[in-house]
C-alpha cells in the first residue's frame, strides 16, 4: 500500500505515476461501474479496476463479472477486517461509490479516498433513505428548477463531505422521476471520470470542507 505523500494535502497520495488502482463499490444496475470501465479502456482515465464489492447479487454483479472484474459479493456491512485485507491484497489506492446502499466507515488510511457520486445537487436531497428514484421524485416535489449531481470525498455518514464537482441540468415541465434520472445520470457518465482524473493527478486539494485547485 503506497503511503507517501507527493503533494501537501494533495488527493494524490501516491509517490509515482501508474494508474490508480480502483476498488468499485455497488449495490444496484452496475452503468457507473459500466462508464468507468468505459473511460478506463478508452484512456480517458488513468486507472484500473481491481476489486469490485456488491452488497447483494444483484445486475451490477453479472456486469462486472462479464467486464472480467475480480468481484465479491459481500452482503450486509463489510467487517472492517475483510476490507482492510481485501483492500491490502490488491493495494488499492481509491475506494469508488457506485451505487453502493450502505454507509462504509472509512477503512484506516482512506481518508479522502472515498469518493461517491450522487443524483442530485448536495446537499439537497441527500442522506439515508435517498437513492434511486426516490432522489428524483423529492426533486420534483420540492419544485426546483434545476438538478443534477455531486462528486464528494465521503465521510462516516451518508451523502456528506467535500464536493469535488457538481454538474447542473434543468428540470423541464412534465418531467417525471425517471425523464429526470435519465438526464441526470447522462451528466454522471462526464462528471465522475472528470472529478476522478481531477483528484488521481492531485490538481485538487482538501482544506476543511472545500476541494480546492492547486495553482500550478
Ligand atoms: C447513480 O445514479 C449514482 O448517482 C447513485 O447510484 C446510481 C447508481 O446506478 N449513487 P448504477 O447502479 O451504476 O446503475
Given at each position: 500500500m503506497t503511503a507517501h505523500r507527493a503533494h501537501k494535502n494533495s488527493t494524490d497520495h501516491t509517490p509515482c505515476a501508474r494508474p490508480k488502482r480502483l476498488a468499485v463499490l455497488l449495490s444496484g444496475g452496475g452503468r457507473t461501474l459500466a462508464n468507468l470501465q468505459h473511460c478506463i479502456d478508452a484512456h480517458e482515465?488513468?486507472?484500473?479496476?481491481?476489486?469490485?464489492?456488491?452488497?447483494?447479487?444483484?445486475?451490477?454483479?453479472?456486469?462486472?463479472?462479464?467486464?472480467?472484474?475480480?468481484?465479491?459479493?459481500?452482503?450486509?456491512?463489510?467487517?472492517?477486517?475483510?476490507?482492510?485485507?481485501?483492500?491490502?491484497?490488491?493495494?488499492?489506492?481509491?475506494?469508488?461509490?457506485?451505487?453502493?446502499?450502505?454507509?462504509?466507515?472509512?477503512?484506516p488510511g482512506y481518508e479522502n479516498r472515498v469518493v461517491n457520486i450522487h443524483p442530485s445537487l448536495l446537499p439537497n436531497f441527500g442522506g439515508p433513505g435517498m437513492h434511486g428514484m426516490r432522489v428524483h421524485e423529492a426533486a420534483l416535489a420540492a419544485g426546483v428548477k434545476v438538478s443534477g449531481c455531486t462528486v464528494h470525498l465521503c465521510d462516516n455518514e451518508y451523502d456528506t463531505g467535500p464536493i469535488v464537482l457538481q454538474r447542473v441540468c434543468p428540470v423541464l415541465e412534465g418531467d417525471t422521476a425517471e425523464t429526470l434520472a435519465q438526464r441526470v445520470f447522462e451528466l454522471e457518465k462526464e462528471a465522475y471520470p472528470a472529478a476522478l482524473s481531477m483528484l488521481f493527478s492531485g490538481q485538487v486539494a482538501v482544506d476543511g470542507p472545500n476541494v480546492r485547485m492547486i495553482k500550478g
Open positions: 482515465l488513468d486507472a484500473s479496476i481491481k476489486l469490485v464489492i456488491a452488497s447483494r447479487q444483484c445486475p451490477g454483479v453479472q456486469r462486472a463479472r462479464m467486464l472480467g472484474l475480480h468481484t465479491r459479493v459481500l452482503p450486509g456491512d463489510i467487517p472492517r477486517d475483510t476490507l482492510v485485507q481485501l483492500l491490502a491484497e490488491q493495494e488499492i489506492d481509491w475506494i469508488i461509490l457506485a451505487g453502493y446502499a450502505r454507509l462504509l466507515p472509512i477503512p
